[in-house]
């Protein structure tokens, strides 16, 4: 079933209060029915939002990368499926997705990080893997696959070779979007809202170029117009 492009945008409220959030959702209206939720608000009182947002007909990414013993991260996905979440991180390690997937129940779907985009090679290194980040990358992406996850978290750049392992059954969701001319800011591997779908992202993470944006609705609607001219 294609996805349309206005349910392809999701918007991450990295905002410091409930408010500051519920201001942002207003403003972007009918353009965005998606949205992520990450630490910055949910250790702001964001968790006690997800309920709010999800009865407003939104759709809310739980942003929280878990990662702990299994018992521990299966109840903690219980939690937050009861919360009303469809989206929910943890971190690509094989115990922490065999947990999450035993655990999601109703419309809670559960998406791998594979390698945290902000590591490179040597990171890897110092902290004691030995392997490239391509090659934990793919690993990961295969086991996630094999594990019966949902989706997998991954930059732009890696949304062709992670596509190619997992196949058209997982959801590929990138941050790391940046609109034609806009500021990079800490984001090193970005691309377009265009060239992402086209590499074969289903969801778009957007934060800044939007949250940010002196009119957030407009740049927002820009968005959803370049994800629908993208080849798929
Ligand atoms: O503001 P910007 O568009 O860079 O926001 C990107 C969002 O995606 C942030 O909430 C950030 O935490 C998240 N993210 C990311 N890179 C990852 C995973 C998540 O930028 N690898």
Redesign the pocket.
């Known amino acids: 079933m294609p996805i349309e492009p206005r349910e392809r945008l999701i918007v991450?409220l990295?905002l410091s209060s409930v408010e500051a959030a519920q201001a942002m959702v207003a403003r972007l209206g009918e353009a965005v029915s998606f949205y992520?939720i990450?630490y910055q608000l949910a250790f702001a009182g964001g968790l006690a939002y997800v309920p709010a947002l999800a009865d407003a007909g939104k759709r809310v990414f739980l942003?929280l990368k878990l990662h702990d013993i299994g018992n521990t991260v299966e109840q903690g996905v219980k939690s937050a499926a009861r919360l009303g979440a469809s989206f929910l991180t943890v971190h690509g390690y094989p115990q922490t997705m065999r947990a999450a997937v035993a655990a999601r129940e109703g419309k809670l779907r559960v998406l791998a990080?594979t390698v945290?985009?902000?590591f490179d090679d040597n990171d890897l290194k110092v902290a004691g893997y030995r392997t490239t980040v391509a090659e934990l990358v793919a690993a990961r992406a295969a086991q996630a696959r094999d594990l019966g996850v949902d989706g997998v978290?991954c930059?732009p750049e890696e949304a062709s070779p992670v596509r190619s392992i997992v196949g058209g059954a997982l959801a590929l969701v990138t941050?790391?979007?940046r609109p034609v001319g806009a500021a990079a800011?800490d984001?090193k591997r970005i691309a377009t809202p265009a060239a992402a779908i086209a590499a074969g992202a289903d969801y778009l993470?957007?934060?800044?170029?939007i949250i940010a944006a002196a009119d957030p609705k407009a740049a927002a609607q820009a968005i959803v117009a370049d994800i629908a001219k993208a080849k798929t």
């Open positions: 991450a990295d992520k990450g942003d990080v945290l985009t902000s978290v930059s941050p790391g979007i800011g984001q993470v957007v934060g800044r170029p």
